[in-house]
């Protein structure tokens, strides 16, 4: 198929560009005789829509989303699911002085290459703000995962130099940053701050957990759960790197040392990150996604336009300084995509299959 | 579709297990009045075959491929090409031991509670014997990229704590390590045999680079080329992380430093790896991925049989103590299926494209 | 994927109810550069619009289709077309008679057994509404075909008992039938109408060509030019039965008689329809397609409900007494999509292909 | 994806030229636990063997099928199952008088202007001999759905102008027919020794029949049970058309006739062949298809060469003077393999449905 869909029997398709009349999806393949209301969606939405702090974009959107088929009588029915979401913030700007440029670090010049045009208004189609349309077709995954007793939750492990260890999922929920320690919020916003100072902006490191999995889940040799997550996770913008588990860190391991250990207690370790040979152990599956700086910056960059000259190329706008701020919502969509792609294709083949053998955590 | 099959429009799908009568492939999508012969083919299987130095698995199969069809007078005919790898050493040993038993670390655990029932001879399914026929198909693919101009080619970046530095191509095809600096052969040698003598193994990490790539390669939003290329990769037994161009290091870049400024000369850096937005840019395309320390060591390890009770495990056979050594090639060959899927993709729907703006490398 | 996709690299993704807010689609893998606009699409659309005649429902519905991405300064961009239309004719009628009832040849039983529920208003998914978005779509394809000198036609060959020979293509656009033969109207003007008093439905046979194809569109084995066509075909609401050129009569002919001979000049008759060995062999593309009579009518018919107790149903509501006198801008739109997607697919596997010999007609 | 594969969730996929040194398949999401083996595929691949009658090619085939993987200790593991067969009877002939001729009817002029060259030998890829990998395939989906309770039989119901009732499932197995009136063997027999006196060829009604079918199967609106039925039917090597139940006789049919009226004891009648909007009814699934004459023929027919000069073609060799003689297991596998994989694409979105209204037949 073309790249505007994803998944292989839980499926996403989207469309819109940044400063387009609106953004869409449709999510074909959703199990009927789910409770699915446009609320349920919103929420996540809420939680990366731009503007709610001053670290971020302060373009406003209400990113309110209609949900025009599938859902019928509070339930859905098992048909495709049509969701909307139209942009209201679109500012007729001046883009003469950019829709020949190449902004540095952006798509421009590969989408011209690859196209021979592009729609250069605020990024087109290669804008972060088709995450939207992942965001909400996300949660609706979500809410049947969770039917199912299985939890998506993320949050943000590093901003720029600031590593930052897990606390607690309450603390993630009570800042704008995602930050599982409320003690460090305070360092992360005077971050901030003096990178707005600095007109400069930096990367982070983001860590999606799902909690509540059963055994099973991934396809081998090449659909494995880790290998289809690692897709998910990458095509997300600005992310330049994807770690399972103990990721670059088992290269240095001895085997000794990573082999996770099974007791009747249970795993005496999870260095694997809930994934063995590619398909789900019922161990947390645990990813860690690397989010590049931001390409937008006021401070001034050396490129070429359509013809080859060079120009110099001052990015103004509005962004986010960090675009791995918002960044959790998307990459816990994500899990949650592939997870529910690979529940429903473990189902159709295994449906039949009962085991003995005790499920270990 | 299932997950034996690699790509949309070059397809590969694989069968085979460690220890049955034979692996294949059939490799579709190819275009028609490509030269190929098995010699194509066995080059690169002759690099990853295993026993070719006393630091991979004693494990003696010649992994002769044969051409069953697609191939006529010497080149492709555009129909499906049938490859097959007939298994000559599968020595018949007492399984009884490990039938009933999960290794750590092993897919054995979760094959069993997704399939109720496993081949548990050497692994079955789960085994890395499985890469070969990725290699073969791997090979088709970069002898239709060298007839484009693009090359793919690997090497060994780190071998547990031991960090490489890249020195010349020429190096890596000179040592049973695939190491790109002849100085650090006697180290890793040094460090390899005292692993042994410790019965225990140690992770990898690989780097891959394609050049000559056109711009243009990749398909916005999900099937991006870093996506797809992450897919491929993690899908590798054993591969934990995928970094594209500077990956993790990327999180405490600032943008000022990270985004890659060009000139009518050519980029000034490739902070990016030759991915942007997606879609390659024509800079050399750069990915490493780490690899997990071999599961299979002699040094006793606790776990579960499928009754769960407790048992005490000790793999014995011959195994690779460091799995990373043989991958280079076979993270070759999912870079080159990568890259042939997403060449055929961009021409279908961009042919008719014609772009003024000369490509900057 | 899931089943409201269609195509492979053209590909389109539909969702909507016939009496929910709005029918949508995606339309993937779109050639840029395309010159599109709204009424390009409209104009397909208002060919299949209801109440245009005394002949097809009254339901009252503008079909306006909006185009929401992809297209930019009136030009495809490459990138997904959303496409939307609201639904603005839905009676607030009570359905408390039929929510319960299974309506005799509608798929109220199969979809309630598949689902475990449904919307029943007006058929929901299932009501031949969803053609619409077919048809918008299938006008993207004619439009980039037309550019490449094909054209994709259709008419109304049969209307129960009727037989129709084509006489001119002027002839179908000036009648409500899709009629090739203008003196032939009266006949079936006053046929429909008895067919009113009536009280009851009949079938149509509908026959769409392709004309100006080049030779090669089609995959061997199984995504054959004519499979694949006949999928697209048979995919129609109440169409039950498909035919390549001579199709059943074919099962009569003899060898001798069915070969299509060539001759430099040309071959020398199109028994086949224009695809060999599933190939386009450059003759028009002729395909013939049987719908069944609507299954909605006045006269009372025996069905159960969902206790499995008898009940008389009697179809109330607004109807086409044939279904088959709008389908023919239905059937052109899936023979469209259907050579869209293999001319894509063509052009990726074989783009180098250079052929001396000389295409006949 | 490109031509060579079946299905979605159950996958086939083959390769093999009529001349090449084997035929070959991968069948992909096979359910676990299934008893196999060779002799459960080669009692289907015996009733497609040719040379069993005189009334059939004389080419001599063991068709001897190999499971190379998937299958450990009797029964399927769930991962992909490798299938291979050597072709033996390959005569070394000389090909040169008809490698640069085009056969009228045969896919050769259309293969070479796809591919711009092709195995000419008795037709490469595009020689019905690949069917056999289809046969065996089918097989293994046949042996699930009977373990499911439902069966998927066929017959031959006309032979050229010979119209065959139904009488018995007995009789199709006891002629070289597949007829299932013994009464008309004779007939069918002095019309086929005429036909080869008359060194020509002549064509085949072959239907096909599913019964045991639970409601449900097929995914609107494109992925229709039926759709995808055609699609399987129609890439048989010289299917011309394909009817569901009553077929093009519906369009000559009244609504009040058509419809399949229901009552608490099950359907009065079955003219939709047991599809109702694209889903199982759990009626019989009925399908015809139309077969045409073979094309190989003695007698010599005008053509061009590749330089597009006349040429006179006579075709010799080993040839069926009806090819749908041979064509019943052919399309007993594809009603088969498109019923496994809907039945897996089912149960994958539907699992939990429950359904009280009672299951008609």
Chains 1, 2, 3, 4 share one sequence.
Not at 185 to 201: G, H, N, T
Not at 286 to 306: E, Q
């Amino acid at each position: 198929m073309s790249g505007n869909t994803f998944g292989k029997l839980f499926t996403v398709t989207t469309f819109g560009e940044s400063h387009g009349p609106a953004l869409g999806a449709i999510v074909d393949g959703c199990p009927p005789g789910l409770p699915l209301s446009e609320a349920d969606l919103q929420r996540d939405l809420d939680r990366r829509r731009p503007g709610t702090s001053r670290h971020t974009t302060q373009r406003r959107e209400p990113d309110r989303v209609r949900i025009l088929s599938g859902v019928f009588e509070g339930v859905t029915t098992g048909t495709s699911i049509g969701l909307l979401i139209e942009n209201t913030d679109q500012r007729s700007k001046d883009y003469s002085n950019i829709k020949d440029q190449f902004r540095p670090a952006h798509a421009d010049y590969s989408y011209h290459h690859k196209y021979g045009r592009r729609d250069y208004r605020g990024g087109g189609r290669s804008s972060a703000r088709e995450t939207a349309m992942r965001v909400a077709a996300g949660a609706i995954a979500k809410q049947y995962l969770a039917a199912q007793g299985i939890s998506v939750r993320g949050y943000m492990s590093q901003l720029g130099p600031i590593t930052i260890d897990f606390k607690s999922w309450e603390a993630v929920a009570e800042n704008a940053f995602f930050c599982p320690d409320p003690e460090r919020v305070p360092e992360l916003e005077a971050y901030m701050d003096q990178l707005r100072r600095d007109q400069d902006s930096v990367g982070a490191k983001i860590s999606v957990v799902a909690e509540g999995l059963p055994p099973g889940l991934g396809e081998p040799v090449f659909d494995r759960l880790d290998a289809e997550l690692a897709h998910g996770l990458m095509s997300i913008n600005a992310v330049k790197g994807v770690e399972i588990g103990d990721g670059f860190a088992a290269v240095s391991q001895r085997g000794s040392e990573h082999r996770d250990e099974m007791t009747p207690e249970g795993f005496l370790s999870n260095h694997a990150g809930g994934v063995l040979g590619g398909i789900s152990s019922g161990q947390p599956l645990i990813a860690h996604l690397a989010l590049k700086p931001t390409s937008s910056i006021t401070t001034p960059g050396r490129s070429i336009d359509v013809h080859g000259d060079p120009v110099e190329v001052v990015t103004k706008g509005r962004h986010d300084p960090c675009v791995g701020i918002r960044a959790t919502p998307i990459a816990e969509a994500m899990m949650a995509l592939t997870l529910m792609d690979h529940l429903l294709r473990h189902r159709a083949q295994n449906a039949e299959v009962r085991v003995e053998t005790p499920v270990l955590r």
